[in-house]
């Protein structure tokens, strides 16, 4: 299965259930789009450093030569992808759960994951990807609940937790399962060595970093838009 393949198959419901007459997605789009562009911007050279450094490589026989900034093309459009269908789950979510089931728990659960990723950030200090992930994604949780004070932490929680089903399928076929060999490969001298099943533990907040600030993007786009035209 080519790296390719398993970015239409993560994209290609999201894009046409985006014109659902309830959640309309299509209609966010203008908020949507600049919060992945500016997201993945971020986190493409986060990519093109590690990729240098040899803390991931990547296996030609899965990819369609394509690159850009010495990364496959198919990388930069997972960070576009992978957003994509987040904040559409995301949304359908907003819509159709009308309760914020796990709002009145955000902080507890921010707390909790500041308190347990930062210090094990710290403490595997000598393993870039472990320590650059857990510190990036504690800290950032922290800045959306307790400076940022935003009401819709206990509502991407719900959705996350959501999301992580298909993102752990996603990510099982990029890390080699259920295919032969890897498309994504992983140094395991630069993380703990833990697996789910293929994936690399760590990557588990990876996606929680990189959904949480497109996330956050989207809704500060939104916000915006609701001051400048407030009967819209």
């Not at 979510?93 to 309760?99: E, G, N, P």
């Not at 990036?136 to 609940?145: K, R, Y």
């Not at 497109?214 to 786009?221: A, P, Q, R």
């Amino acid at each position: 299965m080519s790296y390719f393949l398993v970015l239409f198959l993560a994209i290609v419901f999201p894009v046409l259930l985006s014109f659902d007459r309830k959640v309309a997605f299509y209609r966010l789009w203008k908020y949507i789009f600049p919060a992945i562009l500016i997201t993945a911007f971020l986190f493409i050279l986060w990519d093109i450093l590690f990729t240098h450094l040899g803390v991931w490589s990547f296996n030609r026989q899965y990819l369609s030569g394509i690159y850009v900034f010495n990364l496959p093309v198919e990388e930069i459009l997972f960070f576009m992808v992978v957003p994509y269908a987040a904040l559409f789950t995301y949304e359908v979510l907003r819509v159709y759960v009308q309760k914020d089931y796990l709002g009145q728990y955000a902080r507890f659960i921010s707390l909790f994951l500041a308190v347990v990723l930062i210090p094990s950030g710290l403490i595997f200090y000598d393993r870039l990807y472990t320590s650059s992930n857990l510190i990036f994604c504690g800290l950032l949780v922290l800045f959306f609940q307790f400076v940022l004070r935003v009401s819709w932490m206990g509502r991407f929680y719900l959705a996350y937790g959501i999301i992580l089903v298909p993102f752990v399928l996603v990510n099982g076929v990029l890390t080699g399962s259920w295919i032969d060999g890897e498309i994504v490969s992983y140094n395991n001298a630069e993380n703990l060595g833990l697996r789910i099943m293929t994936i690399p533990a760590e990557d588990i907040f990876y996606g929680m970093s990189l959904i949480l600030l497109n996330t956050g993007f989207f809704e500060y786009f939104r916000k915006k838009n609701r001051l400048i035209h407030p009967l819209r």
